[in-house]
T-cell receptor, first 115, second 110 residues
Framework: QKEVEQNSGPLSVPEGAIASLNCTYSDRVSQSFFWYRQYSGKSPELIMSIYSNGDKEDGRFTAQLNKASQYVSLLIRDSQPSDSATYLC???????????????FGQGTILTVHP | EPEVTQTPSHQVTQMGQEVILRCVPISNHLYFYWYRQILGQKVEFLVSFYNNEISEKSEIFDDQFSVERPDGSNFTLKIRSTKLEDSAMYFCASAGRGQFFGPGTRLTVL
């Protein structure tokens, strides 16, 4: 079974700190990796995508991918109370060479940033 | 900024009734998806749709489910005979550089 695993948390960090969220996946055909943020009662919001090994930075967010270890992480610098949400890790394979395969989600990590 | 829209935001139905959930994907996207999320659980893939046909479906997407793109803008999910366990949030998504989700329809089956 293709699984995406995340620590459900809650992860609690003080305002201004770095929040580190981790994800492992079991399906080696996964080629695309995504981080979504989901506020309570809302839909997932795409915040980062990463396709190659290494780091990718976008503002306060850095995604890290290690395909050999089947590991993806998200760092949030200068965490703000508004970052408090559930963070979902998702993977996708590339059927037929496309990059639009179904997403397989982890259960999410609840992040709380306290003032 | 273009968004995926969904209607209705909340649908209440009786067990055994048919429901149609509607979505308007982002206009220049070609790939469309339905996902669902039962309360407190993971987001689960149901079906993907490209070029007017299903490209992939999950085990959840059985004969009770169907999808359609009846015109150039709408994308629908039909559940023919709803069950109690169909109660969930249903999300439509469309893909450009990544998949973008609509706000969801909360389906409650009584």
């Amino acid at each position: 079974q293709k699984e995406v695993e995340q620590n459900s948390g809650p992860l609690s960090v003080p305002e201004g700190a770095i929040a580190s969220l981790n994800c492992t996946y079991s399906d080696r055909v996964s080629q695309s990796f995504f981080w979504y943020r989901q506020y309570s009662g809302k839909s997932p919001e795409l915040i980062m995508s990463i396709y190659s090994n290494g780091d990718k930075e976008d503002g306060r967010f850095t995604a890290q991918l290690n395909k050999a270890s089947q590991y993806v992480s998200l760092l949030i610098r200068d965490s703000q109370p508004s970052d408090s949400a559930t963070y979902l890790c998702a993977t996708a394979a590339h059927p037929g060479g496309t990059s639009y395969g179904k997403l397989t989600f982890g259960q999410g990590t609840i992040l709380t940033v306290h003032p | 900024e273009p968004e995926v829209t969904q209607t209705p935001s909340h649908q209440v139905t009786q067990m055994g009734q048919e429901v149609i959930l509607r979505c308007v994907p982002i206009s220049n996207h070609l790939y469309f998806y339905w996902y669902r999320q039962i309360l407190g659980q993971k987001v689960e893939f149901l079906v993907s749709f490209y070029n007017n046909e299903i490209s992939e479906k999950s085990e959840i997407f059985d004969d009770q489910f169907s999808v359609e793109r009846p015109d150039g803008s709408n994308f629908t999910l039909k559940i023919r005979s709803t069950k109690l366990e169909d109660s969930a949030m249903y999300f439509c998504a469309s893909a450009g550089r990544g998949q973008f989700f609509g706000p969801g329809t909360r389906l409650t089956v009584l």
